[in-house]
Nanobody
Framework: QVQLVESGGGLVQAGGSLRLSCAAA????????MGWFRQAPGKEHEFVAS????????DYADSVKGRFTISRDNTKDTVYLQMNSLKPEDTAVYSC?????????????????WGQGTQVTVSS
């Protein structure tokens, strides 16, 4: 069992930056492929970014490519999402998730564990 807790959300102006953190407890994060997803009001759950378990290969949604960076520190059992050049359309609840297989990193149902989420609001 893995417990995931996100932090770092908040209110920021368009063009600003935030760094989200996802801390794990229960088992080492090095055992898992990790992802960030988001959901805005009235919209579907959306893949944002993922990072592989060992070599740290990353994937991004086209909407955030070049602006967001996912990283991990397995010594701290923490995954990060650095978000730059934020836009109002990035406003959503952001959740991190852990996947033991890494078979489909952009597909939410493939993930085994989820955090509660952290709100990110970008004002125009």
């Amino acid at each position: 069992q893995v417990q995931l807790v996100e932090s770092g959300g908040g209110l920021v102006q368009a063009g600003g930056s935030l760094r989200l953190s996802c801390a794990a407890a229960g088992r080492s994060l090095s055992n898992y492929y990790m992802g960030w997803f988001r959901q805005a009001p009235g919209k579907e759950h959306e893949f944002v970014a993922s990072i592989r378990r060992i070599f740290g290969n990353t994937d991004y949604a086209d909407s955030v490519k070049g602006r967001f960076t996912i990283s991990r520190d397995n010594t701290k059992d923490t995954v990060y999402l650095q978000m730059n050049s934020l836009k109002p359309e990035d406003t959503a609840v952001y959740s991190c998730a852990a996947d033991s297989t890494g078979a489909r990193p952009s597909w939410g149902p493939s993930y085994d564990y989820w955090g509660q989420g952290t709100q990110v609001t970008v004002s125009s």
